[in-house]
């Protein structure tokens, strides 16, 4: 008898997790009243080799993935057998040119100073470019995101970039012991996704709400995400 090697065992439980995601996320979905389908999962592959970044997508139906650095990014880029990106951490002003064109969506848009630039290199580019607005709706100081206060303004401002198209927002919630506290930052996020809906602009069309991951995805789900970025629970523990 054969042992299985590292990368076999790894790989099926990468298969088995995502099962139990899928079921999970349709689960959820249901229960809030909504089409498992209009749920898009995303597989954040922070750390993860590309290898089986490339299983998940040609094994498991993985079809979008998300990084958080641009560095990272572009180590494994060329590697990847295909599957649409997103860029989901925070992106600093001087990796804005390198990133432009290259991602599908920049879900961390986090002030008007890196909007400007992503406007600025797409239109050179003769792109538009899709981005969520990442809110820090915990009020958290050690972290990214526009502060709740300052949304509308910071809106509004970025609304006017002819480079850019608002898709809609991103959250990363406290992380929370009781599911119930997690609750209310995905219902506040919600509510102010549905806020901007209404809102109207040839550089606005909002459609997604990034938010929920490994430990609260099912959470964010029941309160309205449509989009689930998860890592861990599909891939394991990261280890850096
Ligand atoms: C790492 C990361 C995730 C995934 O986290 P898990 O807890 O491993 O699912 C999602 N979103 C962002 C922005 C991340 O940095």
């Not at 709706?137 to 970039?161: L, R, V």
């Given at each position: 008898m054969t042992e299985?090697?590292?990368?076999?065992?790894r790989c099926e439980n990468i298969k088995e997790n995502l099962k139990v995601i899928r079921n999970n996320i349709s689960e959820a979905a249901i229960r809030s009243g909504r089409n498992p389908d209009d749920i898009k999962l995303m597989a954040v592959t922070k750390t993860v080799d590309v290898e089986f970044i490339n299983y998940a997508?040609?094994?498991?139906g993985i079809d979008l993935i998300g990084e958080n650095k641009v560095q990272e990014f572009f180590s494994k880029k060329?590697?990847?057998?295909?599957?649409?990106?997103?860029?989901?951490?925070h992106l600093q002003t001087n990796k804005v040119k390198q990133i432009v064109g290259e991602v599908s969506c920049i879900q961390s848009v986090d002030s008007v100073k890196v909007a400007k630039e992503i406007s600025?290199?797409?239109l050179q580019k003769g792109i538009k470019t899709n981005i969520l607005l990442e809110v820090n709706i915990g009020k958290e100081q050690d972290k990214f995101g526009i502060m709740p206060e300052n949304f509308d303004e910071i809106f509004?401002?970025?609304a006017t970039f002819?480079?850019?198209?608002i898709k809609g927002l991103m959250a990363i919630p406290p992380i929370c012991e009781k599911i119930e506290k997690s609750k209310q930052y995905f219902e506040n996020m919600y509510k102010l996704f549905l806020d901007i809906q209404s809102k109207k602009g040839d550089n606005i069309?909002?459609?997604?709400?990034?938010?929920?991951?490994?430990?609260d995805y099912s959470a964010a789900i029941e309160c309205g995400s449509n989009l689930v970025r998860v890592g861990s629970a599909i891939f394991g523990d990261r280890i850096y």
């Amino acid at each position: 008898m054969t042992e299985k090697s590292y990368s076999e065992t790894r790989c099926e439980n990468i298969k088995e997790n995502l099962k139990v995601i899928r079921n999970n996320i349709s689960e959820a979905a249901i229960r809030s009243g909504r089409n498992p389908d209009d749920i898009k999962l995303m597989a954040v592959t922070k750390t993860v080799d590309v290898e089986f970044i490339n299983y998940a997508m040609d094994n498991c139906g993985i079809d979008l993935i998300g990084e958080n650095k641009v560095q990272e990014f572009f180590s494994k880029k060329d590697k990847l057998h295909r599957c649409e990106s997103h860029l989901i951490g925070h992106l600093q002003t001087n990796k804005v040119k390198q990133i432009v064109g290259e991602v599908s969506c920049i879900q961390s848009v986090d002030s008007v100073k890196v909007a400007k630039e992503i406007s600025k290199y797409s239109l050179q580019k003769g792109i538009k470019t899709n981005i969520l607005l990442e809110v820090n709706i915990g009020k958290e100081q050690d972290k990214f995101g526009i502060m709740p206060e300052n949304f509308d303004e910071i809106f509004s401002e970025i609304a006017t970039f002819d480079g850019i198209l608002i898709k809609g927002l991103m959250a990363i919630p406290p992380i929370c012991e009781k599911i119930e506290k997690s609750k209310q930052y995905f219902e506040n996020m919600y509510k102010l996704f549905l806020d901007i809906q209404s809102k109207k602009g040839d550089n606005i069309d909002i459609t997604v709400l990034s938010q929920g991951m490994s430990a609260d995805y099912s959470a964010a789900i029941e309160c309205g995400s449509n989009l689930v970025r998860v890592g861990s629970a599909i891939f394991g523990d990261r280890i850096y």
